[in-house]
């Protein structure tokens, strides 16, 4: 074999990646007010750039984590597809570093964040029901508060996130866990159809009949353009029970208990999360309750017969639900100084899995405190029905449906800024002893994907959308031939 037969050969089995364009090396700042301008020329009255320090800016700016921050040359927000496509086309062909903000939620440095051009998609606000098929657009500027107000008047709701204030683009282009989950399957399989932007700028419609696309944009937030629009099946929404309940640490054996019967129910309709924090040394178990329903089946029985420190559980229309557990008042939009986030995936929360989470908690939490007592430490189980992952077709997460894996979020804020590599190196390491406990306890999931939206700023490709990097290299390489999209940050094919 020649060495370029070779080459070939290890090219089309994938073990090479095409040769990535770089970004302009030495851009500076006036090459960026130049690429800034030329946008401004060139998009309709609909879209507008905005410069330091104007107060548009600072909002398009913005992140929850005020660390990744960055003053980007200016920012700007289209206001129509059409728009966008000569957005990108200039950014392309100039080669300019950029980013694209939906709700801003992520804690990964450079995802949406840029010292380039930021693209803030809160001009996409629209939520359009269309009654004749079951389905609502959403604009890809949202976060799920308004699209769960909207439809809740009209007595509908969409399989969204979980928390007030995040955005709907992020949660549904990595997947999307929420209260719904074991009922209809991920955020990402209850899509219809997006409307996107190609890195060339053409503005195409996706759908289940692109194959490829359709595989690819399910988990694979911004590497084949830029989503304008997505288009989510509609459900009936009458009200719900839930709440959360508050409880002390002698109670942990009895949660367990309740949790490990929990886990074996088969009722969709009942979810439940069990968060474990360690904040200002002091420990501290929530347990989320949500029912699809006005009163719950029996399955919240054990957890309910615990005595609980404080919290209430109640009915109410999905929308309050949604609106009580999240940051108080209700739309705030939190500010954290320093915060990274982390997954841990299982197949159950076992006892040996449960009192390793309970261990890594104390030892971490006391560690880190000790360090910066402001340090808040939250790992959080999320069981789920074991047919989550059948409620939609092969996507580029999760890349192996057939087992029920849980995501696990663990996550950490704090305000030292010298501790930034303390905190990744606990996380992936608590992450790590989870496996290993889940491991030894025979649980399959040595290689199991940790979910994009949880893991933290390094992780290789391979450990999140495992067997289907190969495949998704191949469709980015055909969708982004001038690796446009290489100009942005996030998890790159
Ligand atoms: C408080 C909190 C609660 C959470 N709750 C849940 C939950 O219940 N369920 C769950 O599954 N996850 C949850 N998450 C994780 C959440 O899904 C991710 O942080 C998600 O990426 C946030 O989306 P965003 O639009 O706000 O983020 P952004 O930071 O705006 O975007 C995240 C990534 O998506 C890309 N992107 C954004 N918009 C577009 C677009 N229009 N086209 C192409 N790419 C785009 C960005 O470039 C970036 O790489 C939660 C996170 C937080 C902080
Ligand atoms: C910026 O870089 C361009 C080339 O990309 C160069 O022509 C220009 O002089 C530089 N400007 C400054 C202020 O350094
Ligand atoms: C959408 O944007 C328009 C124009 O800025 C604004 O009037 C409207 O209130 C916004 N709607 C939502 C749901 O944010
Ligand atoms: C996408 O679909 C919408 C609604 O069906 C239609 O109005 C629009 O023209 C389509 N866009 C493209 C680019 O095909
Ligand atoms: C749930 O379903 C599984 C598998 O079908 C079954 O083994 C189990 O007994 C069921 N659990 C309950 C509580 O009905
Ligand atoms: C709950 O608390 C009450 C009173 O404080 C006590 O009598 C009861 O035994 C406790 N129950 C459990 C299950 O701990
Ligand atoms: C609701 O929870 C709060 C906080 O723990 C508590 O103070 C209040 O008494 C609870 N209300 C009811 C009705 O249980
Ligand atoms: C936290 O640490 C700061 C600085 O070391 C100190 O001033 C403060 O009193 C501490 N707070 C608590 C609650 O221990
Ligand atoms: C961590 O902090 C150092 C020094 O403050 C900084 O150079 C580095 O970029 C930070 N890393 C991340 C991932 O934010
Ligand atoms: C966690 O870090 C310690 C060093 O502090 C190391 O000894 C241990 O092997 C790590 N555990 C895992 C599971 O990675
Ligand atoms: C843009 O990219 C798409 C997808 O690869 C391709 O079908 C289309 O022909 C391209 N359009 C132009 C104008 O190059």
Partial sequence: MTLITLLLYAFSLGLLSYAQPEPLQNYNSSD????????????????QVFFPPAPQYT????????????????????????????????????????????????????????????????????????????TVDVGAGLNWDPVYQTLAAIGLTVAGGRIPGVGVAGTTLGGGYGLLTSQYGLTLDTVTGYEL????GTVVNVTSEDEDLWFGMRGGFNNFGIVTKFTFKTYPQGNVWG?????????????????????QQNDTKAEASVSLSYTSGKFLCTVFYFYDGPTPSGVYDDFLAINSTGGNVSTNSFYDYFLSVGP??????????FADAQGASVTQYSPAVFDTIVDQINLWGARLSALD???????????????????????AYPPDRSQAIFPTSLTVDWTDATL????????????????????????????????????????????????????????????????????TGGWKF
Avoid: W
């Avoid at 402001?374 to 074991?386: G, N, Q, S, V, Y």
């Avoid at 303390?422 to 390491?429: D, E, G, I, K, P």
């Avoid at 994009?452 to 969708?479: C, F, M, Q, S």
């Fill in 32 to 47: 960026l007010l130049s690429t800034c301008n030329k946008i401004s020329a060139a998009v309709s009255s609909a879209s």
């Fill in 59 to 134: 909002l398009d700016i913005r992140h929850s984590t005020a660390s990744i921050i960055e003053e980007s040359a200016c920012s700007v927000e289209p206001g129509s597809a059409e728009d966008l496509s000569v957005i990108l086309c200039i950014l392309g062909s100039t080669r300019t570093p950029f980013a694209v903000k939906g709700g801003g939620r992520t804690t990964n440095p450079g995802f949406s964040s840029t010292t380039g051009v930021q693209i803030a998609m809160t001009r996409f606000n629209e939520t359009k029901v269309n009654s004749d098929s079951g």
């Fill in 197 to 200: 932007v190609l890195p060339n």
């Fill in 243 to 263: 709440g959360a309940r508050f409880y002390a640490e002698n109670q942990l054996d009895a949660i367990k208990e309740a949790l490990l019967k929990f886990q």
């Fill in 328 to 337: 108080q008042p209700p739309g705030a939009f939190e500010s954290v100084a």
């Fill in 373 to 395: 007592n402001t340090t808040a430490l939250e790992f959080a189980c999320e069981p789920f029905d074991k047919g989550l992952f059948s409620h939609g077709s092969a996507s």
């Fill in 420 to 487: 930034n590599d303390t905190m990744a190196f606990a996380l992936r390491n608590i992450s790590n002893a989870i496996r290993d406990a889940a491991v030894a306890d025979g649980q399959d999931v040595s290689h199991a994907a940790l979910y994009p939206n949880y893991a933290i700023y390094g992780t290789p490709l391979e450990d999140i959308y495992g067997g289907n990097v190969k495949r998704l290299r191949k469709i980015r390489a055909a969708i982004d031939p001038e690796d446009v999209m290489g100009l």
